[in-house]
T-cell receptor
């Protein structure tokens, strides 16, 4: 079954404690991205990757890092989380071109 | 600036009461317009892609249409299981390939 898998689904952490949210896809897609979803603001792109070792900033990259060492994996790293990063996060993957994006089931992060 | 606006923010329908959701967009060049469905606590699920003005696509009780300025998602004789948030997104030409710009969604509730 084609899918994008994120872990964990839920995470409560304290300010400043480094964390990683994993994302893995089994569709051999070149393009992967991270979004955050906040009430009234919709889904906003954080970072994206066109292929292995190729990443770039999206619209709201401050406070986040990513890496793409393997085609299937695209982890999101918060080096020093702050309360304003409390949000619902989605990983997505797609093939090149104007094709549909497949989304993970989401990670609800709370930073206290 | 590329922008997507969806209306209404929320819509309550009786079962069988047809209606339409609106997505108006401003984009320098449109590669594609996407409709997604999002259920509570889940990731967006792909519904349709439209590429050019005049194009229409249908799936069960849903029909999406596209003009040069907006798209409509028509829901015919809705059922309670159609209750969800419907998201519209555009993919512009230029910049990052496959980037999606989302609206804030329309929350649809269909009452039996």
């Amino acid at each position: 079954e084609a899918q994008v898998t994120q872990n964990p689904r839920y995470l409560i952490t304290v300010t400043g404690k480094k964390l990683t949210v994993t994302c893995s896809q089994n569709m051999n897609h070149e393009y992967m991205s991270w979004y955050r979803q906040d009430p009234g603001l919709g889904l906003r792109q954080i970072y994206y990757s066109m292929n292995v070792e190729v990443t770039d900033k999206g619209d709201v990259p401050e406070g986040y890092k990513v890496s793409r060492k393997e085609k299937r994996n695209f982890p999101l790293i918060l080096e020093s989380p702050s309360p304003n990063q409390t949000s619902l996060y989605f990983c997505a993957s797609s093939a090149p071109g104007n094709t549909e994006a497949f989304f993970g089931q989401g990670t609800r992060l709370t930073v206290v | 600036e590329d922008q997507v606006t969806q209306s209404p923010e929320a819509l309550r329908l009786q079962e069988g009461e047809s209606s339409s959701l609106n997505c108006s967009y401003t984009v320098s060049g449109l590669r594609g317009l996407f409709w997604y469905r999002q259920d509570p606590g889940k990731g967006p699920e792909f519904l349709f892609t439209l590429y050019s003005a005049g194009e229409e696509k249908e799936k069960e009780r849903l029909k999406a249409t596209l003009t040069k300025k907006e798209s409509f998602l028509h829901i015919t004789a809705p059922k309670p299981e159609d209750s969800a948030t419907y998201l519209c997104a555009v993919q512009p030409y230029g910049g990052a390939t496959n980037k999606l710009i989302f609206g804030t969604g329309t929350l649809l509730a269909v009452q039996p």
